[in-house]
């Protein structure tokens, strides 16, 4: 089945506290990206990766990695997170860039 | 800066009535676009896609949208909406640069039906 899949699900965790949300996609796709979802504001996307190691910022990056190591992953990382990076978080992928996306089921980043 | 309008942040129709759900977009070039539903809890879904062609396009779920560049709109519709419609509705651009592609998302229009 093809599918994004994204970990952990959900995370509480605090200030400062390094932490990854991996994705994976099983479709091929060369073109992956990260949004958040926040009441009111819609989805923004963060990072986005038109290919292995291609990466390129989003509308809103500040507090964020990523890397693209393999085609397949695209993991984002926040190196020291802060309570305003709480939030809703979701990994895309398609073919290519202009191609409607797949989406992971999502990752609730709660941080205190 | 290309963007993406959803001027209704919230509509409510009753089941069985017809559905029209706005989307204006600014953007230079011939515009990839796309109608994503979110239904609680859940990922984005897509409904429906224009890249070229014909300016009416059909979805799943029974929904259309019509591509007017005149208007720089991209309207979805239903002819007759089901109480499980009921969910956030995102209009999106792929915005087409020198780096890559970023899809640039409205801020949803949240659909809910009434019996």
């Known amino acids: 089945e093809a599918q994004v899949t994204q970990n952990p699900r959900y995370l509480i965790t605090v200030t400062g506290k390094k932490l990854t949300v991996t994705c994976s996609q099983n479709m091929n796709h060369e073109y992956m990206s990260w949004y958040r979802q926040d009441p009111g504001l819609g989805l923004r996307q963060i990072y986005y990766s038109m290919n292995v190691e291609v990466t390129d910022k989003g509308d809103v990056p500040e507090g964020y990695k990523v890397s693209r190591k393999e085609k397949r992953n695209f993991p984002l990382i926040l190196e020291s997170p802060s309570p305003n990076q709480t939030s809703l978080y979701f990994c895309?992928?398609?073919?290519?860039?202009?191609?409607?996306?797949?989406f992971g089921d999502g990752t609730r980043l709660s941080i205190l | 800066a290309q963007s993406v309008t959803q001027p209704d942040i919230h509509i409510t129709v009753s089941e069985g009535a017809s559905l029209e759900l706005r989307c204006n977009y600014s953007?230079?070039?011939?515009?990839?676009l796309f109608w994503y539903v979110q239904s609680p809890g859940q990922g984005l879904q897509l409904l429906l896609k224009y890249f070229s062609g014909d300016t009416l396009v059909q979805g799943i779920k029974g929904f259309e949208a019509e591509f007017k560049r005149s208007q720089s709109s991209f309207n979805l519709r239903k002819p007759s909406v089901h109480w499980s419609d009921a969910a956030e509705y995102f209009c999106a651009v792929a915005s087409a640069n020198q780096a890559g592609t970023a899809l640039i998302f409205g801020k949803g229009t949240t659909l809910s039906v009434s019996s």
């Open positions: 953007y230079g070039a011939t515009p990839y």
């Open positions: 895309a992928s398609s073919l290519r860039g202009h191609q409607p996306q797949h």
